[in-house]
């Protein structure tokens, strides 16, 4: 009897492991055919369509494309892109924290920073107070040249934990920090607010920014990047704020904080401004200089002022070091989907990478119902989703943005060049290969939208007001 089961269990076995075969050739055969077909997700104005994956078309071989067609050539590699994302401040880790139960904010966190949602690669985080935190505090908060007195202890509880549950869920994502002020005692103001560094604190802010990194380093917590100062050009703001030069920027990172990072042997990459499109020359006039421009990896920018093509004219200034885009929010002064899905996608998802930027950051990651908390700023700024006091969560225009880059543009791709204009687009290629389009039809009518790649095409109407993210291998 134990010998007719064995031989039974053994021909079942067998059974299931030639169907398992089968199946698994099914498979492959149906994953071969879908490398001949580009699958589509759509955003639409009117949020009838949000991030939604709607019929794959076909890609034909071809030896003629339309004259106004997006043709990408794979071989003519621009930048490479390090991903998106936004800042996770203490208002946005505070929310998550209290909000949410921890069930629901690890399937919320999930859906922001995995493929399976919206790909969130990249976060910024606030060295100290910003108008984002709770209160005006630093790392050091009474004079101390030694900096014995130094402690993350203000982000401890909110940012850290919250971080950390976001690094265990993506382990590579990318982290930029940024201050708004130093400590009151290296101030000329004596305070948070407003204010320049004073001469002789150069040496020992630039010690506090190298032990920020250090200190992070302890908690397995790497900072890839640190701007030197949020929004120089703007000193007057009621919250942690503070006037920078660019010839006391380039004076600071040239004598002091590049000298003594490579000193000390602490590796971070320094990218300079920080602030709006309508001053390319403020970065542009540090990089002239070549010792300060050694330290230097690129410059960051933010959209309230200015035009994106700034971002294009500090890369032909430069075009050996980086360009970054830290900082843009939405509000309630422009409350409509339409307008912008619109807007973000195509100043920024598109518009900044097609002028060489390596990523793009939005503003707080997550808010509250009332706007905030806030700490004597902005008092109607949105985040890429806002979650209620009672945990509902609401996707704003910016997590669709996102997602149409963040889903499918992989840490590591490259962008591509593509020549047409009509339609708004920028074009990346991933590490494994796969292709991506992003296209948004700004235009009355709809478009017939072909996509031509190495002697292959595709071709698909575009409605008016409609974003769109094309996928092939």
């Known amino acids: 009897m134990a010998n007719h089961f064995e031989s039974y269990h053994l021909t079942r076995i067998a059974s299931l492991t030639i169907l398992l075969t089968l199946i698994l050739s099914i498979s492959s055969f149906s994953n071969a055919n879908a490398q001949n077909r580009a699958g589509v997700w759509i955003t639409t104005t009117d949020s009838s369509f949000l991030l939604k994956k709607i019929e794959a078309v076909q890609i034909h071989s071809t030896t003629q494309v339309p004259d106004n067609a997006i043709v990408i050539d794979t ?111 290296m101030k000329t103001s004596g305070s948070m607010v407003g204010g320049s560094l004073k001469r002789d604190c150069y040496k020992v802010y630039a010690d506090y920014l190298i032990k920020y990194v250090k200190s992070m380093a302890k908690l397995n917590i790497t900072i890839d990047a640190i701007t030197v100062q949020n929004e120089p050009e703007y000193g007057t703001a009621t919250y942690p704020c503070m006037f920078m030069t660019a010839q006391e920027q380039k004076e600071f990172i040239r004598d002091y904080l590049g000298p003594q990072m490579k000193q000390e042997g602490v590796n971070f990459k320094i990218i300079l401004f920080d602030h709006n499109c309508d001053s390319p020359q403020y970065p542009i006039s540090i990089m002239d200089d070549p010792e300060a421009k050694r330290y230097v990896d690129g410059s960051g920018f933010h959209l309230y002022k200015g035009e994106i093509s700034a971002l294009c004219t500090v890369h032909s200034a430069h075009p050996d070091k980086n360009i970054y885009f830290t900082e843009q929010s939405g509000g309630g002064w422009a409350p409509g989907f339409g307008e912008n899905i619109e807007w973000f996608a195509g100043n920024l998802i598109i518009g900044a990478t097609r002028c060489w930027s390596k990523n793009v950051l939005f503003w707080n990651l997550a808010l509250n119902e009332h706007d905030g908390p806030t700490n004597n700023g902005c008092k109607d700024c949105w985040g890429v989703v806002q979650v209620s006091s009672e945990g509902k969560i609401k996707r704003n225009a910016e997590y669709y943005a996102l997602g149409h880059f963040g889903k499918f543009v992989q840490a590591g791709a490259f962008r591509i060049a593509t020549a047409q204009d009509k339609v708004l687009n920028t074009a990346f290629i991933n590490p494994d290969g796969s292709k991506v389009v992003i296209a948004m039809n700004q235009e009355k009518i709809a478009q017939n939208l072909t996509i031509a790649c190495n002697g292959k095409s595709f071709t698909y109407n575009l409605a008016s007001g409609a974003l769109a993210t094309f996928y092939w291998k």
């Not at 399976?116 to 009474?142: A, M």
């Open 75 to 185: 071989e003519r590699r621009c930048q490479e892109m390090d991903g998106v994302g936004a800042a996770l401040t203490w208002s946005s880790a505070f929310v998550l924290k209290n909000n949410l139960s921890a069930p629901a904010r690890t399937i919320l966190l999930k859906e922001l920073f995995t493929p399976e949602g919206i790909g969130i690669n990249y976060l910024r985080l606030t060295i100290g107070s910003s108008d984002f935190s709770n209160g005006n505090h630093s790392y050091s908060e009474s004079p101390d040249s030694s900096l014995s007195n130094f402690s993350l202890d203000m982000d401890e509880e909110e940012v850290i934990p919250v971080l950390k549950e976001i690094l265990k869920i993506n382990p590579s994502i990318k982290i930029m920090s940024s201050p708004w002020s130093p400590p009151a005692w």
